[in-house]
T-cell receptor
Framework: ETGVTQTPRHLVMGMTNKKSLKCEQHLGHNAMYWYKQSAKKPLELMFVYNFKEQTENNSVPSRFSPECPNSSHLFLHLHTLQPEDSALYLC???????????FGPGTRLTVT | QQQVKQSPQSLIVQKGGISIINCAYENTAFDYFPWYQQFPGKGPALLIAIRPDVSEKKEGRFTISFNKSAKQFSLHIMDSQPGDSATYFCAASTAGIGGGSNYKLTFGKGTLLTVNP
C-alpha cells in the first residue's frame, strides 16, 4: 500500500447505526486530518491530530468521534447520523510543520 | 464568510486551449497557496503551490500567477488536454495555533474543468 488509504470506500447507514471509517497513511507523516466534502461547498476541515493528539476540532457535532491510536492510523466513529451528514469524508496526512497535505480517496457516506 | 472565493464554477475548454481558474482571498495572513486536482472517485491531489514571495511558479503546463496586492491568484493550464478534465480546488493556508503549527487549509468551492477533444 502506498500513500493514504481509506476504508470502506462506500458506506450506507441508517440514522440509528454505528459505523467507523478507517484511514491509514504510509508516508511517514505525523499529522492526520479528517475533512468533509459536500457538493457545491468547500472542503471542511473537521479534526486535526498531531502525534496522536487532537489539536483541532472544528465545531464538529459529537455524533462524529475521531480516534487516532498512532501516527499512521485515524478513525472516525459515526453514530446517530443525520441525512445531511451524507458526504465524501476525506482523510489527509502531512508532516506536522509541513505545508503539503496528501489526501486519501475518501469514503462516500450515505445516511438513510 | 467564505475566505477563498473561486471562479468560475465550471469551465469548458477545447483541446490545446488555455484554462484559467481564479481565486481571491481575504486573510492577509495566508502564506501558502496550493492547487489541488480531483478526479471522480479520487481524493484531491496536490498539483502545484506557491508562496507569496514570488509572483509566478511554473511546473510543466501548469502555472500559478500570484498578485499579493490584489489578494488574488490563478491557475493557468496551457495546451489543455482531455486528461486534464477534473475538478480543481484552490486553497490557502496559514500556520495553525498551538504546538505543531499545522498549516490549516481553507479551500475554494472548486471548478469543474472539461476539456473537449
Amino acid at each position: 500500500e502506498t500513500g493514504v488509504t481509506q476504508t470502506p470506500r462506500h458506506l450506507v447507514m441508517g440514522m440509528t447505526n454505528k459505523k467507523s471509517l478507517k484511514c491509514e497513511q504510509h508516508l511517514g507523516h505525523n499529522a492526520m486530518y479528517w475533512y468533509k466534502q459536500s457538493a457545491k461547498k468547500p472542503l471542511e476541515l473537521m479534526f486535526v491530530y498531531n502525534f496522536k493528539e487532537q489539536t483541532e476540532n472544528n465545531s464538529v457535532p459529537s455524533r462524529f468521534s475521531p480516534e487516532c491510536p498512532n501516527s499512521s492510523h485515524l478513525f472516525l466513529h459515526l453514530h446517530t447520523l443525520q441525512p445531511e451528514d451524507s458526504a465524501l469524508y476525506l482523510c489527509a496526512s502531512s508532516q506536522v510543520n509541513g505545508y503539503e497535505q496528501y489526501f486519501g480517496p475518501g469514503t462516500r457516506l450515505t445516511v438513510t | 464568510q467564505q475566505q477563498v472565493k473561486q471562479s468560475p464554477q465550471s469551465l469548458i475548454v477545447q483541446k490545446g486551449g488555455i484554462s484559467i481558474i481564479n481565486c481571491a482571498y481575504e486573510n492577509t495572513a495566508f502564506d501558502y497557496f496550493p492547487w489541488y486536482q480531483q478526479f471522480p472517485g479520487k481524493g484531491p491531489a496536490l498539483l502545484i503551490a506557491i508562496r507569496p514571495d514570488v509572483s509566478e511558479k511554473k511546473e510543466g503546463r501548469f502555472t500559478i500567477s500570484f498578485n499579493k496586492s490584489a489578494k488574488q491568484f490563478s491557475l493557468h493550464i496551457m495546451d489543455s488536454q482531455p486528461g486534464d478534465s477534473a475538478t480543481y480546488f484552490c486553497a490557502a493556508s496559514t500556520a495553525g495555533i498551538g504546538g505543531g503549527s499545522n498549516y490549516k487549509l481553507t479551500f475554494g468551492k472548486g471548478t469543474l474543468l472539461t476539456v473537449n477533444p
